[in-house]
């Protein structure tokens, strides 16, 4: 299965975490069968936001374990560049998120891991669907995964 985690997931994965996010990323990265999708955008996003206050107080990383997860992610993952074109659908309520859909449509995901509510909209949903891209919480992802 081919799988773009978005950033809020990715932020739960870090490897002082636990969780459902953690155990997904720990199976991506095992599994033979699965395949990790990311960009440049998710991957310096996610070096921005592990960095915010409210997250330091839950998971005290420092910049040096920060740049040492986003490269542990960047060696077993695969990377794709999402592009700015004036043929991608402005589906998303806060055009900040397109990226992460162009990041998995762009890396032929099958799955599209996030809590942003802006992703579960009819129309999101409905347009991923016609692409063969499914959007789930880490809850759904890690129970698909542990079902094989």
Do not use: M
């Given at each position: 299965m081919r799988?773009?985690?978005?950033?809020?997931?990715?932020?739960?994965?870090?490897?002082?975490?636990?969780g459902p996010a953690r155990q997904i990323l720990i199976e991506i990265a095992g599994s033979a069968?699965?395949?990790?999708?990311?960009?440049?955008?998710?991957?310096?996003?996610?070096?921005r936001v592990l960095g915010y206050p409210r997250l330091q107080s839950i998971w005290?990383?420092?910049a040096y374990e920060i740049a040492e997860y986003v490269q542990a992610?960047?060696?077993?993952?695969?990377?794709?560049?999402?592009?700015?074109a004036a043929e991608w659908?402005?589906?998303?309520?806060?055009?900040?998120?397109?990226?992460?859909?162009q990041t998995a449509l762009i890396g032929r995901a099958d799955m599209l891991c996030t809590l942003?509510?802006?992703?579960?909209?009819?129309?999101?949903?409905?347009?991923c669907r016609g692409r063969g891209l499914s959007v789930c919480t880490d809850v759904e992802l890690l129970r698909r995964l542990r079902r094989g």
């Open positions: 799988i773009v985690l978005d950033t809020n997931i990715l932020a739960r994965a870090n490897p002082s975490a636990a069968e699965h395949v990790l999708i990311v960009s440049a955008f998710l991957l310096r996003e996610l070096e005290p990383l420092d992610l960047e060696s077993f993952a695969e990377l794709v560049q999402p592009r700015v659908p402005q589906l998303l309520a806060d055009p900040g998120d397109d990226p992460v859909l942003d509510r802006h992703f579960y909209t009819q129309a999101v949903l409905d347009f």
